[in-house]
């Protein structure tokens, strides 16, 4: 059996980013992925901001990380294509009472090292964000702050470590892990196993779980659930800024989000669970939060709520981040406890990470060729109409649309098949198929025909996220029953 050099556990922001910083070195890496395709863990359901280095004193490991990876998106996004927008975020106070905490934050970002931060008073709150409520009464603005799509970000990092010689496992939930004689045997539960000189416990949620039974750290990862509300396109609530409340001791705050796709976001909530499971939303939290956004911004309606979800964000006790080599087992690397700003840092983590292994005693050797750039992706709503005409003469699958409400074609779904979605949600998460108005209620029979045609696979054996989620119970006649 092969031995990795490296196996990552986990591939979510900071399981891929390690796994893109390896695949730079002539390494042989695994990524390790319990679910059907990557970022459908704790990643996929989050906020989307790239923050702007204000919130966190620089003493912790969570600011040096979030301001150096917030530095590191302007050449990612133009060697890996994927939505980013740095629009600024506004803190805004309601209150005088308000600004005392305005001015701790924005002192500590200066202490920080971040520039451009603006103290603001009413006007120039007004003149940035015109849709705020009147009534505020100042704030600040971050300029390098923004928004990310973080599933198409997850998905440019790994696609790219995997051109570059990372070799991908998913449906891999780790259930057993051993060190003798130099090398970690990692077991499925499956039954398939890898060999690796040095593992990065990357998992998550279940980071604990791991340490545990590789016999690392006893930690405990504390779930706590933020719920969101998407809202239209078309709502009047849509701001230019990500717009920041002030926050308090255990959340930043319910927030108002213009995402780098288009819609708008608001929430989240944060909510202390015991269930890593748990991603329900209910319909008193989406009141609370409407009526929270309503304070902050005019225009907002229940009626533009396209869609509700829930993440969970993996907190350990102390809230900083947990990234070292383990002092209980060797060549073994714990990235514990990343909520946020862990989206923000994940570039810098795979860094850190990367680091640590060569002080673990892993050699690092720069590959003399690197392919740094992921091929162009034509996506029909953002391309001309000259560009459009010549792609449906090469293939006319370009130009029929299979969602219409986000504008995405039949050849952008097979495109996404042939990359190895086939989940509804991969291809959602991937195309944007199913994430407008109707959420799916169009397209998804068609999706689905598409990823039987291209795979070969029965519509009775196609999931919404892999496992036992099924999108058929039955037939009528000669069709298939979708739930």
């Given amino acids: 059996?092969?031995?990795?050099?490296?196996?990552?556990?986990?591939?979510?922001?900071?399981?891929?980013?390690?796994?893109?910083?390896?695949?730079?070195?002539?390494?042989?890496?695994?990524l390790l992925e319990k679910c059907a395709d990557v970022c459908f863990g704790v990643s996929k359901a989050n906020s989307g901001i790239i923050h702007g280095g204000f919130h966190h004193p620089v003493n912790t490991l969570k600011a040096k990380l979030e301001i150096r990876g917030n530095l590191m998106f302007d050449k990612l996004q133009y060697e890996l294509g994927f939505p980013f927008r740095r629009n600024g975020i506004l803190v805004v106070a309601f209150s005088e009472e308000q600004m005392a905490t305005?001015?701790?934050?924005?002192?500590?970002g200066v202490a920080n090292g971040v520039r451009n931060l603006e103290m603001c008073g009413h006007a120039r709150l007004m003149q940035l964000e015109p849709k705020l409520n009147k009534e505020a009464v100042g704030g600040f603005f971050a300029p390098g702050g923004g928004t990310?799509?973080?599933?198409?970000?997850?998905?440019?990092?790994?696609?790219?470590?995997?051109?570059?010689?990372?070799?991908?496992?998913?449906?891999?939930?780790?259930?057993?892990?051993?060190?003798?004689?130099?090398?970690?045997?990692?077991?499925?539960?499956?039954?398939?196993?890898?060999?690796?000189?040095?593992?990065?416990?990357?998992?998550?949620?279940?980071?604990d779980r791991i340490s545990r039974i590789c016999g690392g750290e006893e930690f405990r990862i504390h779930p706590r659930k933020g719920e969101e509300y998407l809202l239209d396109r078309s709502s009047d609530a849509r701001p230019e800024r990500v717009i920041f409340p002030v926050p308090t001791r255990?959340?930043?705050?319910?927030?108002?989000?213009?995402?780098?796709?288009?819609?708008?976001?608001?929430?989240?909530?944060?909510?202390?669970?015991?269930?890593?499971?748990?991603?329900?939303?209910?319909?008193?939290?989406?009141?609370?939060?409407?009526?929270l956004v309503s304070r902050m911004?005019?225009?907002?309606?229940?009626?533009?709520?396209?869609?509700?979800f829930a993440g969970l964000r993996p907190v350990l006790d102390g809230e900083d981040f947990y990234i070292a080599l383990s002092e209980k087992v060797p060549q073994f690397v714990q990235v514990a406890g990343i909520q946020s700003p862990g989206l923000t840092a994940s570039p810098a983590i795979g860094e850190?990470?990367?680091?640590?292994?060569?002080?673990?005693?892993?050699q690092l050797i720069e590959k003399r060729e690197y392919d740094y750039e992921l091929p162009r992706?034509?996506?029909?709503?953002?391309?001309?109409?000259?560009?459009?005409?010549?792609?449906?003469?090469?293939?006319?699958?370009?130009?029929?649309?299979?969602?219409?409400c986000e504008k995405i074609s039949e050849a952008e779904i097979v495109e996404a098949v042939r990359k190895g979605h086939r989940t509804l949600d991969g291809i959602k998460f991937y195309t944007r198929a199913g994430m407008g108005r109707c959420q799916g209620g169009f397209c998804s029979a068609r999706i689905m025909e598409i990823v039987s045609r291209e795979t070969g696979l029965p519509l009775s054996e196609l999931t919404k996220n892999g496992g036992v989620s099924r999108l058929t119970v039955g037939r009528l006649g000669d069709r298939p029953v979708l739930l």
Avoid at 284 to 289: A, L, P
Avoid at 377 to 404: F, G
Wanted: charged share 20%.
């Fill in 148 to 207: 990310i799509e973080p599933y198409r970000y997850v998905f440019s990092l790994v696609e790219s470590a995997v051109r570059n010689g990372v070799n991908l496992n998913c449906d891999f939930e780790v259930v057993s892990g051993s060190f003798a004689d130099g090398c970690w045997r990692l077991a499925a539960a499956d039954g398939r196993e890898v060999r690796a000189r040095y593992v990065v416990n990357a998992a998550g949620l279940y980071a």
């Fill in 102 to 108: 305005v001015q701790r934050l924005y002192e500590q």
């Fill in 1 to 30: 059996m092969m031995i990795y050099d490296v196996a990552v556990i986990g591939a979510g922001v900071s399981g891929a980013s390690t796994a893109y910083q390896l695949a730079h070195y002539n390494l042989s890496t695994v």
């Fill in 297 to 308: 911004v005019d225009g907002v309606s229940p009626r533009d709520i396209i869609t509700s």
């Fill in 250 to 291: 255990h959340s930043k705050g319910v927030l108002v989000i213009p995402t780098a796709e288009g819609t708008t976001m608001i929430g989240p909530t944060a909510d202390p669970t015991d269930d890593k499971e748990d991603t329900a939303t209910s319909s008193d939290h989406m009141q609370r939060i409407v009526s």
């Fill in 352 to 362: 850190y990470v990367k680091d640590l292994l060569k002080t673990g005693g892993l």
């Fill in 377 to 404: 992706r034509h996506e029909v709503r953002h391309e001309s109409l000259e560009t459009l005409d010549r792609l449906h003469e090469e293939n006319p699958a370009w130009t029929h649309l299979v969602c219409r």
